[in-house]
């Protein structure tokens, strides 16, 4: 019998249970991703106190220097460091560097701690999706009890677009191991295929044309895939019938509402007294229309805002509860619904209807609390008013125009490093009060695009560095690029188009954390999961 001194089997119990808490952490972690800002943060902070106190940290220091992967997965808080150099807010430099210290932390800790197998990352991405689910019914639960004025409000736990992201992380998750996974019985596989079509469901809910879109976009590309892999000519025929009837019948639906918006208007008789003898006001020069009919005429103001201040606590020179004018809700709501604007008109209002105008449903399509169509409905109407009036407040996709505009004049002054870690929120004020942009100053945000936010930044080279920081992992000869890297990269990337991704505790967290575990912290088995 070999004989192990006490000395050495501490050392390896210690040894086991580092990597034990190691492991815990990840899994605290990616559950932490849907459900606590806390918890993230408590996890990140297990993982570092565990790697520090297993100690051997020189020599974890000299293994990361020699990991040119995990050097370039950090190497973008390098560029925030660099940023330092030449900004001038250093109280919201620090702060932002806070919120970037996972770039930092997460390479350095996986790529000097032991990988895991095959097993450990299957139950790290099932506790992940388990987690999504459980904020889906969290949210579900309050969409259900509690009161609010935006769907996209019943996000408890984080915003809407990042818990969007993470269904669709999950979605794909799982749909892998319901066609591959040799793991899993059928059981399991049956379970699987239902938390999908709930997650879509929930997505449809929530209203997030970023998730479906993202949703959409890797399906199809996944479809093409397959199709080069197929060697069966009848099922690459199937397949290339479903790339194209996918997008079709969505441009068929779409082109449908967008043809229901714009419908010819119906003949109306401009009035010139109402009923009680007060005068309407009728512009007809204007062509503004909801749903077919002309707002601007048949007016009687006077009438609305009497009749209006007896069915409602809320006022009608105020604002509704999306903090919009009132009084331009019921204005759009009336018209929607054919009634003219006057007493009578206010009078033919259901008890669900007011409640609707108060909540800041301005068109009796978008009533609907759960539906797909009211919110593109709703952004045909944001682009169409953003056309005419040059006004986006209050409206998220025509607000990104200004955004997007503001962010390319900054780089257009700050051209090759940008305006600084720290200075970017002053550089945006600035440029709307330079241009006297028609935002107002709640509005006035950051650039909801996570390449022009890096370029504002740091400039022309910052781009640069950064473009380089996504794709290293895919020429890296030591990494394997495999169906779940893929599924994140892309669900990342398109994110990245319309949304300061990284600018965020809870975008930060989900880009490094799948980012580092997928390409830093899991054995290069042969059989590993694809």
């Given at each position: 019998m070999i004989h192990i001194s006490p000395k050495l089997r501490m050392i390896n119990n210690r040894k086991l249970n580092h990597k034990n808490i190691y492991l815990l952490g990840l899994i605290f972690l990616a559950i932490g991703?849907?459900?606590?800002?806390?918890?993230?943060?408590f996890a990140e902070i297990i993982l570092f106190a565990n790697w520090i106190l297993e100690g051997n940290i020189f020599n974890k220091i000299k293994i990361f220097f020699k990991n040119k992967l995990a050097l370039i997965l950090s190497s973008l808080f390098l560029l925030h460091i660099l940023g330092l150099l030449y900004?001038?807010?250093?109280?919201?430099?620090f702060k932002d560097l806070r919120v970037k210290l996972p770039l930092l932390i997460l390479p350095l800790i996986v790529s000097?701690?032991?990988?895991?197998?095959?097993?450990?990352?299957?139950?790290?991405?099932?506790?992940f999706v388990l987690a999504v689910l459980a904020s889906t019914f969290a949210s579900t639960y309050f969409f259900i009890n509690a009161d609010f004025n935006d769907i996209r409000n019943i996000s408890v736990y984080i915003s809407h677009i990042r818990l969007s992201l993470l269904i669709c992380m999950s979605i794909f998750i799982l749909l892998y191991f319901v066609i591959y996974g040799s793991d899993f019985?059928?059981?399991?596989?049956?379970?699987?295929?239902f938390t999908i079509i709930w997650f879509i469901a929930f997505l449809i809910i929530l209203e997030s044309i970023t998730g479906l879109a993202i949703l959409i976009i890797i399906g199809l590309i996944l479809l093409i895939t397959e199709v080069f892999r197929q060697k069966k000519n009848i099922l690459k025929i199937e397949l290339l019938v479903l790339i194209i009837a996918i997008p079709s019948l969505i441009f068929y639906y779409i082109n449908g509402?967008?043809?229901d918006f714009f419908k010819p208007p119906t003949k109306q008789k401009l009035e010139k007294v109402t009923k009680l003898g007060n005068k309407y006001f009728n512009d007809s020069l204007n062509t503004e229309i909801e749903n077919g009919h002309y707002v601007w005429i048949n007016i009687c103001e006077k009438e609305m805002k009497e009749s209006w201040n007896k069915l409602s606590n809320l006022n009608y020179d105020g604002k509704d509860k999306r903090d919009q004018y009132l009084k331009s809700t019921l204005l759009r709501f009336l018209t929607s619904k054919g009634y003219k604007?006057?007493?009578?008109?206010?009078?033919?209002?259901?008890?669900?209807?007011?409640?609707?105008?108060?909540?800041?449903?301005?068109n009796v399509y978008c009533k609907n609390d759960f539906s797909v169509k009211s919110r593109i409905f709703e952004t045909i109407w944001e682009y169409e008013n953003y056309r005419k009036t040059s006004n986006p407040n209050g409206h998220s996709v025509m607000q990104r125009f200004e955004y997007w505009k503001a962010s390319l004049g900054i780089i257009k002054e700050n051209l090759f490093l940008g305006v600084g870690t720290g200075d970017m929120n002053e550089a945006f004020a600035n440029q709307y009060n330079k241009t006297n942009s028609p935002l107002e100053k709640k509005w006035r945000l950051r650039s909801h695009n996570q390449f022009l936010s890096i370029t504002v930044g740091f400039g022309l080279?910052?781009?640069?560095?950064?473009?380089?920081?996504?794709?290293?992992?895919?020429?890296?000869?030591?990494?394997?690029?495999d169906y779940f890297y893929?599924?994140?990269?892309?669900?990342?990337?398109?994110?990245?188009?319309?949304?300061?991704?990284?600018?965020?505790?809870?975008g930060i967290t989900f880009f490094v954390f799948f980012n580092t575990l997928l390409l830093l912290g899991r054995k290069n088995e042969n059989n590993l999961i694809s």
């Amino acid at each position: 019998m070999i004989h192990i001194s006490p000395k050495l089997r501490m050392i390896n119990n210690r040894k086991l249970n580092h990597k034990n808490i190691y492991l815990l952490g990840l899994i605290f972690l990616a559950i932490g991703l849907p459900l606590s800002k806390f918890l993230m943060s408590f996890a990140e902070i297990i993982l570092f106190a565990n790697w520090i106190l297993e100690g051997n940290i020189f020599n974890k220091i000299k293994i990361f220097f020699k990991n040119k992967l995990a050097l370039i997965l950090s190497s973008l808080f390098l560029l925030h460091i660099l940023g330092l150099l030449y900004t001038s807010d250093f109280d919201y430099a620090f702060k932002d560097l806070r919120v970037k210290l996972p770039l930092l932390i997460l390479p350095l800790i996986v790529s000097t701690s032991p990988q895991l197998d095959r097993k450990k990352i299957i139950t790290i991405l099932l506790l992940f999706v388990l987690a999504v689910l459980a904020s889906t019914f969290a949210s579900t639960y309050f969409f259900i009890n509690a009161d609010f004025n935006d769907i996209r409000n019943i996000s408890v736990y984080i915003s809407h677009i990042r818990l969007s992201l993470l269904i669709c992380m999950s979605i794909f998750i799982l749909l892998y191991f319901v066609i591959y996974g040799s793991d899993f019985s059928k059981r399991y596989k049956i379970f699987f295929s239902f938390t999908i079509i709930w997650f879509i469901a929930f997505l449809i809910i929530l209203e997030s044309i970023t998730g479906l879109a993202i949703l959409i976009i890797i399906g199809l590309i996944l479809l093409i895939t397959e199709v080069f892999r197929q060697k069966k000519n009848i099922l690459k025929i199937e397949l290339l019938v479903l790339i194209i009837a996918i997008p079709s019948l969505i441009f068929y639906y779409i082109n449908g509402i967008y043809h229901d918006f714009f419908k010819p208007p119906t003949k109306q008789k401009l009035e010139k007294v109402t009923k009680l003898g007060n005068k309407y006001f009728n512009d007809s020069l204007n062509t503004e229309i909801e749903n077919g009919h002309y707002v601007w005429i048949n007016i009687c103001e006077k009438e609305m805002k009497e009749s209006w201040n007896k069915l409602s606590n809320l006022n009608y020179d105020g604002k509704d509860k999306r903090d919009q004018y009132l009084k331009s809700t019921l204005l759009r709501f009336l018209t929607s619904k054919g009634y003219k604007k006057d007493a009578e008109g206010v009078n033919k209002l259901t008890k669900e209807e007011i409640i609707c105008i108060e909540n800041g449903i301005a068109n009796v399509y978008c009533k609907n609390d759960f539906s797909v169509k009211s919110r593109i409905f709703e952004t045909i109407w944001e682009y169409e008013n953003y056309r005419k009036t040059s006004n986006p407040n209050g409206h998220s996709v025509m607000q990104r125009f200004e955004y997007w505009k503001a962010s390319l004049g900054i780089i257009k002054e700050n051209l090759f490093l940008g305006v600084g870690t720290g200075d970017m929120n002053e550089a945006f004020a600035n440029q709307y009060n330079k241009t006297n942009s028609p935002l107002e100053k709640k509005w006035r945000l950051r650039s909801h695009n996570q390449f022009l936010s890096i370029t504002v930044g740091f400039g022309l080279i910052g781009l640069l560095w950064f473009m380089v920081f996504l794709i290293f992992p895919f020429f890296h000869k030591k990494v394997k690029i495999d169906y779940f890297y893929i599924i994140f990269f892309l669900i990342a990337i398109l994110s990245m188009l319309a949304e300061d991704t990284i600018e965020s505790q809870a975008g930060i967290t989900f880009f490094v954390f799948f980012n580092t575990l997928l390409l830093l912290g899991r054995k290069n088995e042969n059989n590993l999961i694809s």
